[in-house]
């Protein structure tokens, strides 16, 4: 019998890739974009860097408008998928991912996800946001250019940047990763684009300056108040275009610190920093390393940023986390944030994001640091159309303990791999048979270790997982349901499956 079944998918399977190989066409070269290294790791000698960069077709398109892109993959492999990770404020595709021989600094994958995805056959990519490219020496009153830096021109940069990573690696759809801001990002643009680039998503203790609520689903509790254009004005009439991290030239201190780290705590080199003892132990620092460390952790709120006197975070590791990051970030964005945030329908958008949040149709997992995320919003909200969704509160994190902590690498590394790789995304045409009424269209199927969940034209049934197993470049899945049994056959070799079933019928690409 279960040869048979197999027999049969098989036949379906020759007829669905004949019907759907000759839609699949390499996508065309981007343009403007500028390869601009090629070069190892320096711990990381198998893995690859390659840069580009261009001027972004949004405007405006002044001195400081580019963004660059950063691809990190293992020499000589067929990768298993394509994952593009969003940075958080003030952080950059650099940041995460370069890490060439000559750097002081050297990155090891357990303090470095994009190292430890590369390292395990992804093909991992990241944006420099314009940010990047403004110079840190430049006065805060000269970023008048960032006034028009907001969420169209963010989604829009992020979209040329994924579809470059989509034309480099072939793939057809991707696992967007946000950290922080950056999972705030990917909401954003998976409530626009997911249907056309995205099998998943993976937020990492998302936050935004502006957010309030929750995050995950739509503000249950606008008040429909905010005054967006008053806000840009008051921003414009103050000079206040810009945010920087760690206040008033603190990136300069942290540089310091980096680069000396057993320095006296004074900065400049013969000013004591404040307080003179460690409030903590009542005694001198021993050095500028620890009242680095002691800023951090208290910064918002005890082991807020990161939890490095609960032993969750090196100091060494988020000094230089925070040494490397780019110096502002535009008022903009955070208006615009608290402008859709606080509307239910955002008269001054022209897309408002978390009205689409609720038809986000991809996998979803989430990760929440206990002393940020958890603490400012709640548990992560289930807001959007697919039911596969994973929520998990890392208790005794800090925010930055998450991306780069001691844990981090068991606790959030190590699952977003296991869970990316044990989904399948399909998209075809199919049918169900539903009291005697055949639904026929459109069709999306998912699957992860448990269930089967098929969609067609809109209705969405799923299926237990009753066995799997696998015949050379073949993975069969069995299920039972309220529609009875069905089994499903893909060819990872060719990226395509079929499905056929008691009362259900399918035939598509593995994305």
């Not at 981007?30 to 190892?40: E, F, I, K, L, P």
């Not at 013969?270 to 952790?297: D, R, V």
Request: net charge negative; charged share 20%.
């Amino acid at each position: 019998m279960q040869k048979t079944k197999v027999t049969v998918l098989v036949a379906l399977f020759v007829v669905g890739f004949a019907v759907i190989a000759p839609a699949v066409e390499a996508c065309a070269a981007s343009d403007g974009w500028t390869q601009v290294a090629v070069r190892s790791l320096k711990a990381y000698p198998d893995l690859e860097e390659t840069v580009w960069q261009k001027v972004p077709i949004m405007p405006p398109n002044g001195q400081y408008d580019m963004i660059g892109l950063h691809r990190l993959v293992k020499k000589g492999i067929k990768p298993l998928g394509v994952l593009f990770i969003l940075p958080g404020t003030w952080s950059s595709g650099e940041q995460l991912i370069s890490n060439p021989p000559e750097d002081p600094w050297t990155k090891f994958e357990n303090y470095t996800q994009a190292i430890y995805w590369a390292n395990r056959g992804f093909d991992v990519y990241s944006i420099d946001y314009r940010t990047h490219f403004v110079p840190i020496t430049l006065p805060k009153d000269q970023l008048s250019f960032m006034a028009e830096w907001g969420w169209d021109q963010w989604i829009s940069d992020i979209k040329e940047a994924i579809n470059k990573a989509k034309e480099i690696s072939g793939a057809k759809r991707i696992y967007l990763a946000g950290e922080s801001f950056g999972g705030v990002a990917a909401m954003n643009y998976a409530a626009k684009y997911w249907k056309e680039d995205l099998k998943g998503l993976i937020v990492l203790d998302p936050g935004a300056a502006g957010l309030v609520g929750v995050v995950g689903a739509k503000n249950p509790k606008p008040t429909n108040t905010f005054n967006l254009p008053a806000a840009l004005e008051a921003m414009n009439a103050a000079g206040n275009w810009g945010t920087e991290v760690h206040g008033d030239k603190g990136i300069f201190l942290f540089k310091y610190a980096d680069a000396n780290p057993g320095a006296p705590a004074e900065f400049p080199p013969g000013t004591p920093l404040q307080p003179p003892t460690n409030p903590l132990t009542g005694k001198p620092w021993a050095n500028i390393s620890e009242w680095c460390a002691f800023a951090i952790y208290m910064a918002w709120g005890p082991g807020g940023v990161s939890n490095i006197y609960g032993g969750y975070g090196k100091a060494s590791v988020m000094i230089h986390t925070c040494a490397t990051f780019d110096r502002y970030w535009p008022t903009r964005l955070s208006l615009e944030t608290m402008a859709y945030n606080d509307w239910e329908n955002c008269p001054y958008l022209p897309y408002d994001f978390d009205e689409h949040y609720s038809e986000i149709d991809v996998p979803l997992i989430a990760f929440q640091s206990q002393f940020f995320g958890y603490k400012l919003y709640g548990e992560f909200k289930r807001g959007i159309a697919n039911p596969d969704i994973t929520v998990k509160v890392l208790w005794g994190y800090g925010h930055l303990d998450v991306y780069s902590g001691e844990f981090s690498m068991n606790d959030v590394s190590a699952p977003v791999y296991e869970w990316m790789v044990s989904r399948r995304m399909l998209v075809g045409c199919g049918r169900l048979n539903i009291n005697c009424k055949w639904i026929c269209g459109e069709a999306a199927m998912y699957i992860n270790a448990t269930t089967i969940d098929f969609k067609v034209d809109g209705v969405r049934v799923p299926w237990t997982i009753t066995s799997q197993y696998t015949i050379k470049t073949l993975e069969i899945y069995n299920g039972k349901g309220t529609l009875g049994c069905i089994s499903v056959l893909i060819s990872k070799d060719c990226n395509v499956g079929a499905a056929a079933g008691t009362n259900a019928f399918f035939l598509g690409e593995l994305v």
